[in-house]
């Protein structure tokens, strides 16, 4: 398995359509982390990129699981 050196973070908010708030709040980040990561200031951790990818192509997946 490989897990994606950078994610863009930004572009999959985007394409969520949600605020950083929201991204934050639906997929368990800080809203600092999320501004951080999308500024550049800070590079997400393994595992926050291996759950961004899923984020990313799996959204409800996700959403299913935190909410169970």
Known sequence: ???PDEV???AIRKR????RVE???RFGFSTDAVKEWETGRRVPDRSARVLLKIV???PEAVRRALTA
């Open 1 to 3: 398995m490989h897990v």
């Open 56 to 58: 990313e192509l799996e």
């Open 16 to 19: 969520l359509a949600l605020t």
């Open 8 to 10: 863009d973070v930004r």
């Open 23 to 25: 991204f934050a709040n």
